[in-house]
């Protein structure tokens, strides 16, 4: 095989013409491992369907970390409606290459780094017309060609559903600590977030938890909770399933207006009801990734 840089991908090599089909394979499979290392531990936000507030959750989940002084890298894949910038007020950023290889996420803060396909669009009304293999590409891209750095957190935000991403997320990065599930208490979004559950199990990717968004909304006027989409039911399905349940975060009238003007809710109204919920959601989820025994535990 040709000499290579370590940093340096075949896609971008001068000597990669020179290199055969399975020494190229072998050289990104390298180049892929050794990035990993570098990472501490890696999890995926999903859910069973859409309109549950999974992308909020990432990004709160994300901000809180990195808030606790941790190193946390923030992977949107949902390739199709990459949202994370919008709510994090930096869509208009665009990825640029490094001098010494590779590709810079956009730092949001020194400790909070973000990759996005919504770097990549011309602008915001652009589509993403593509099939799954263009889809797997981009997303080991997003994993070995970018330089995170050493990072105590990848979390990685997931489209909808159990398709072609959360199985390229699976097959690329083959050690994750583990899923979080986000879901509503409507008995129609449980019933989704059930199958991401055994999706999970069926790659064998620990599950961290279920999260139950929009339970109950904190009444601006005088502060008690009204139960619009019923509660509970992310608590009941977590027993059901046999899988933690990392918490509840009531639905909050400034979590849009923040996520609308990309500003991270947790910043800007710390001391609320839900900034605490999600800070409740990131013990839980602390606690099954940094203490393995309990983690092989729960699972068994």
Known sequence: MAECKESTSCSTCGSASSCSVDEKQRHEQE??????????????????????????????????????????????????????PKMLGIETRRLEGSEQGGINPIEVFPNFKVVSMAFLLQD?????????????????????????????????????????????????????????????????ALLDSRKSVTFSRQLQVPVIGIVENMSGLICPHCGKEIDLFKVGGGRKASQELGVPFLGSIPIDP?????SDRGAPFVMSHPDSKAAQAFKEVVKNVRAFVEQPEKNAASQA
């Open 31 to 84: 180049l892929l491992a050794k990035k990993l290392e570098s990472i501490d531990h890696r999890l995926a936000v999903m859910s069973g369907k859409g309109g549950v507030g999974k992308t909020t959750v990432a990004v709160n989940l994300g901000v809180t970390l990195a808030r606790e002084g941790l190193n946390v890298g923030l992977m949107d894949v949902d390739i199709h409606g990459p949202n994370v």
């Open 124 to 188: 915001r009304d652009t589509p993403v017309v593509w099939r799954g293999p263009l889809k797997h590409s981009l997303i080991q891209q997003f994993v070995k060609d970018v330089n995170w750095g050493h990072l105590d957190y990848l979390i990685i935000d997931l489209p909808p559903g159990t398709g072609d991403e959360p199985l390229s997320v699976a097959q690329v990065i083959n050690k994750m600590d583990g899923s979080i599930i986000v879901t509503t208490p409507q008995d129609v």
């Open 254 to 258: 400034e979590i849009v207006q923040d």
